[in-house]
């Protein structure tokens, strides 16, 4: 950039200059009148015309002029004594606060935990359209929303050290049992293929979700029989143990008991469809069935299914009796026509819960769709 015959960069001032505009500055204020816009500026704020020591002034929008005074005062302020000020400012307002108690809390670095996955209610081959339910429901929409609620859990459940996996197959995985498109009692259903192609459907994805839940932790299968499909369920279950038979880390129970129970820890679970034994009278099932896992076990819990909704016991989902605690779990299945005829219409989802080794059930992680 080129500089002038002193050797002054001309886009600065000289220091001469400076200074002219300082005195200049200065005669201004001398000069002010009583009746300025600055000298009201002043007035109203209680600043002495001759503590001034520089002006700045513009316009607004509507045309007002204003003002920025600097003083003599402000101008000898550093930042040490800002500071100062700002500080003793605080320590004047400032509240006191009441010294806590610290409390120490024991916290387990390491716990063992089970990851309970319950779809429930799948009904794989069941038909329902959109323009007559409100909701379109086939055998694609159910392996996508079972595939999605696992890997939803799974991704929810990070942060528990699982150990242990409980994946619960069964519960009407089938919407028909036989080549006549109906259940096991002989009730037609909507369908939306043929029992062949459910079948395969079932075992594939039912093969899908274990070789991923394996990748976390060792999984127990345990199959439920039930209304829709009693004996082809069976056989898929039985289909499902062969898969994996040579799977040290994968076991299935594909036997026919209507209540299946497992423990892990201090947790006894009690397994069922639904359909069979009355609520109330699973609690003394549960001990009369199992009296040496209820005498080894604190927490025992009834996971149900068939109602594909939770169900209101005396004002409350689910119902905590003397030692157990029973609840009917929630299904990805939509309502076709006959159940949405009916009225019977319920959030769909995915339910799983965590059970800590020797403190039971600790969170329940629920995926909606």
């Known amino acids: 950039m080129r500089k002038d015959k002193d050797g002054w960069n001309r886009m600065r001032l000289k220091p001469a200059e400076i200074e002219l505009i300082k005195e ?64 003793n400012y605080i320590s004047e307002h400032s509240p006191k606060y009441p010294k806590k108690v610290k409390v120490k809390v024991k916290v387990k670095v390491k716990a063992n935990h089970l990851l309970v996955i319950n779809p429930a ?26 595939l999605e609620g696992v890997k939803g859990i799974i991704s929810k459940a990070q942060g528990f050290g699982i150990d242990r996996i409980l994946f619960c197959i069964g519960n ?21 293929g043929k029992w062949w192609e459910h079948y395969e459907i079932a075992l594939q994805l039912y093969v899908e979700c274990v070789e991923m839940l394996r990748e976390i932790a060792p999984v127990d299968c345990v199959h439920s029989m039930s209304n829709h499909d009693y004996q082809s369920g069976f ?32 947790n006894l679970i009690g397994l069922e469809h639904g359909d069979g034994a009355k609520m ?15 005498a080894k076990t604190k927490f025992r819990y009834w996971y149900l299914h068939h109602l594909h909704h939770k169900v209101k016991h005396k004002w409350r ?53």
């Open 24 to 87: 200049y500055r200065a005669k201004s204020i001398d000069n002010i009148n009583d009746n300025t816009s600055l000298d009201i500026h002043l007035k109203e704020r209680g600043i002495n015309k001759a503590d001034v020591v520089s002006v700045k002034h513009w316009q607004n929008m509507g045309g007002e002029l204003r003002f920025s005074v600097v003083t003599k005062e402000d101008k000898g302020i550093s930042e040490d004594s800002l500071f100062q000020r700002l500080s």
């Open 121 to 146: 209610d799948i009904h794989i081959g069941k038909y329902a359209a959109e323009l007559e339910t409100g909701e379109q429901y086939n055998s694609k929409i159910a392996v996508e929303r079972v």
């Open 172 to 192: 009407d995985i089938l919407h028909v049992d036989n080549v006549f498109n109906t259940t096991t009692k002989g009730t037609n259903q909507d369908v939306d």
């Open 235 to 266: 056989h898929l279950a039985h289909a499902l143990k062969s898969w994996f038979r040579h799977c040290e880390d994968v076991s299935v129970d594909a036997g026919v008991s209507h209540r299946k129970y497992y423990r892990y820890g201090n």
């Open 280 to 294: 109330d009278n699973l609690p003394l099932l549960m001990a009369q069935e199992m009296p040496d896992l209820w």
């Open 317 to 369: 989902d689910g119902k905590d009796f003397i030692g157990v605690t029973v609840e009917y779990l929630r299904s990805p299945s939509s309502s076709d026509s006959w159940h949405h005829r009916k009225g019977y219409v319920s959030q769909t989802a995915v339910e799983g819960f965590i059970h800590e080794l020797e403190n039971g059930q600790v969170a329940r992680i629920t995926h909606y769709f």
